[in-house]
T-cell receptor, first 112, second 116 residues
Framework: KAGVTQTPRYLIKTRGQQVTLSCSPI?????VSWYQQTPGQGLQFLFE???????NKGNFPGRFSGRQFSNSRSEMNVSTLELGDSALYLC???????????FGEGSWLTVV | GESVGLHLPTLSVQEGDNSIINCAYS??????FIWYKQESGKGPQFIIDIRSNMDKRQGQRVTVLLNKTVKHLSLQIAATQPGDSAVYFCAEIPLNSGGSNYKLTFGKGTLLTVNP
């Protein structure tokens, strides 16, 4: 079955703009979480959604937000982009009952 | 506070040798540990996991060992192949993440290079 799908794979934005990233979890998975990966900070948890509700949130400013739809697909949004937001944004999904967390290939965001 | 750290940032081995990648964690309440492999330009790929009530778990060519006494985790790769070259991350899920609130805390990663 298909894995976690993220779009777009690559994008370039200008400082001050906003961006929306999309994630389709593995079929049947109800939990979607987002992570930011940078060379300096490594992999850091952004937030997790389960059944359209945000269940957990990491230590990121309010410019970072997300949502989950009834079909479990999720989007994350970053407003007022800063240069430091340049990163690989990873989406991960997990079935409601299982523990294993599977990642997508990520969306590479470059802010110039 | 909670942290997961790796002892060695880089590891270089010869093809066919066994590799051991180490990881230390600080949260003794962590319930579940996962090893991921990340190749350049790709997302983390699940390798193997282990629960805190286990000491050892084996997969195909990989073994994860958990020593709760010293809060240490290791990933052993048998007969390492060039395709194993990647960054390896350990990750933990602390119990205080709650029932469905699975929040992975990652180590910084170890770069494994396999020389032919």
């Amino acid at each position: 079955k298909a894995g976690v799908t993220q779009t777009p794979r690559y994008l370039i934005k200008t400082r001050g703009q906003q961006v929306t990233l999309s994630c389709s979890p593995i079929s049947g998975h109800r939990s979607v979480s987002w992570y930011q990966q940078t060379p300096g900070q490594g992999l850091q948890f952004l937030f997790e959604y389960f059944s359209e509700t945000q269940r957990n949130k990491g230590n990121f400013p309010g410019r970072f937000s997300g949502r989950q739809f009834s079909n479990s697909r999720s989007e994350m949004n970053v407003s007022t982009l800063e240069l430091g937001d340049s990163a690989l944004y990873l989406c991960a999904s997990r079935s409601g009952a299982g523990n294993t967390i599977y990642f997508g290939e990520g969306s590479w965001l470059t802010v110039v | 506070g909670e942290s997961v750290g790796l002892h060695l940032p880089t590891l270089s081995v010869q093809e066919g040798d066994n590799s051991i990648i180490n990881c230390a964690y600080s949260n003794s309440a962590s319930d579940y540990f996962i090893w991921y492999k990340q190749e350049s330009g790709k997302g983390p790929q699940f390798i193997i996991d282990i629960r805190s009530n286990m000491d050892k778990r084996q997969g195909q060519r990989v073994t994860v060992l958990l020593n709760k006494t010293v809060k240490h985790l290791s990933l052993q790769i048998a007969a390492t192949q060039p395709g194993d070259s990647a960054v390896y991350f350990c990750a933990e899920i602390p119990l205080n993440s709650g029932g469905s609130n699975y929040k992975l805390t990652f180590g910084k990663g170890t770069l494994l290079t396999v020389n032919p």
